[in-house]
């Protein structure tokens, strides 16, 4: 398809893990993001991983990149109230491309 | 660095009147984004330019938007007249040279509300 489509809503229990999917359009696409957007700010960049690479972790953050289903996920470990906000998965395919963002999903946590 | 910086935070109008967003991007950004985002479309890119000058104005809705980047540092985007169905926040995000790939810093966004 020609969007990055991901599912709107998710819903998970202070310190249960958060997985949140993502389908991007481009297998070849190089460069994946993901954004969070707390309640009344702009996109704030969370991670970023790179087509040659499978996994990222950073902290509570763990990307997973299968590019032959152009599949990418986010995982966050303990999933704590502030972590409430909605998350955008981008791509961009090539270093001259723009970034195309994904519809977002918005993650609620419930104490 | 202050990040990017958008004015007005809030902007309340009436139909028919013309309204000004205004982006001071990240010192040394060449390239700057303007985005519209609302529930029923979510995010939508406007216009890009690179080194000041529009690269992709694809996505403006129409003729009552315009865009102008008259030096590195500032950019407008204008809607005249403004209508009710141009209510939605509106981002301005700055990034590096173009093949700098770490994503984009975005601002707060302005909430434009058309009555």
């Known amino acids: 398809g020609e969007d990055v489509e991901q599912s709107l809503f998710l819903s998970v229990r202070e310190g249960d893990s958060s997985v949140i999917n993502c389908t991007y359009t481009d297998s070849s696409s190089t460069y994946l993001y993901w954004y969070k957007q707390e309640p009344g700010a702009g996109l704030q960049l969370l991670t970023y991983?790179?087509?040659?690479?499978d996994m990222k972790q950073d902290q509570r953050l763990t990307v997973l990149l299968n590019k032959k289903d152009k599949h990418l996920s986010l995982r966050i470990a303990d999933t704590q109230t502030g972590d409430s906000a909605i998350y955008f998965c981008?791509?961009?395919?090539?270093?001259?491309?723009?970034?195309?963002f994904g519809p977002g999903t918005s993650l609620s946590v419930i104490p | 660095d202050a990040g990017v910086i958008q004015s007005p935070r809030h902007e309340v109008t009436e139909m028919g009147q013309e309204v000004t967003l205004r982006c001071k991007p990240i010192s040394g950004h060449n390239s700057l984004f303007w985005y519209r985002q609302t529930m029923m479309r979510g995010l939508e890119l406007l216009i890009y330019?690179?080194?000041?000058?529009?690269?992709?104005d694809s996505g403006m809705p129409e003729d009552r938007f315009s865009a102008k980047m008259p030096n590195a540092s500032f950019s407008t985007l204008k809607i005249q007249p403004s209508e009710p169905r141009d209510s939605a926040v509106y981002f301005c995000?700055?990034?590096?040279?173009?093949?700098?790939?770490?994503?984009?810093?975005f601002g707060s966004g302005t909430r434009l509300t058309v009555v």
């Open positions: 981008a791509e961009k395919k090539t270093s001259y491309d723009k970034v195309i």
């Open positions: 995000a700055s990034s590096g040279d173009r093949v700098f790939n770490y994503g984009y810093t």
């Open positions: 991983i790179f087509s040659n690479m």
């Open positions: 330019f690179n080194n000041n000058v529009p690269i992709d």
